[in-house]
């Protein structure tokens, strides 16, 4: 079992920035990867980006070049900075780790993130 606990989001213009934080319950080497999903209404969850233990970056499209991950190893916890944040990515953000064994995932509570126009 694995907790992972979220801070961070809010409400913020167009053009503005946020970070979220995501701490796990143990060692981030002891994981396959973390990293952060989102969901607005009416749509599916999808994956903003993530880092494997090795420290492999992955992002999506719709935030490459605004969005950037980091990492402190001995809080055990990523970040996600969010730069010239856009309405549309609003949503509530939801980290996640997985297991390197049983590849079962962990989920926080998910954190709301508002971009007005």
């Known amino acids: 079992q694995v907790q992972v606990a979220e801070s961070g989001g809010g409400l913020v213009q167009a053009g503005g920035s946020l970070r979220l934080s995501c701490a796990a319950s143990?060692?981030?080497?002891?994981?396959?990867?973390m990293g952060w999903y989102r969901q607005a209404p009416g749509k599916q969850r999808e994956l903003v980006a993530d880092?494997?233990?090795?420290?492999?970056?992955k992002y999506a499209d719709s935030v490459r070049g605004r969005f950037t991950l980091g990492r402190d190893n001995a809080k055990d916890t990523v970040y996600l900075q969010m730069n010239s944040l856009k309405p549309e990515d609003t949503a509530v953000y939801y980290c996640?780790?997985?297991?390197?064994?049983?590849?079962?995932?962990?989920w926080g509570q998910g954190t709301q993130v508002t971009v007005s126009s």
């Open positions: 143990r060692s981030i080497f002891s994981l396959n990867a």
């Open positions: 996640y780790c997985q297991d390197p064994y049983t590849h079962t995932y962990y």
């Open positions: 880092i494997t233990s090795g420290g492999t970056e």
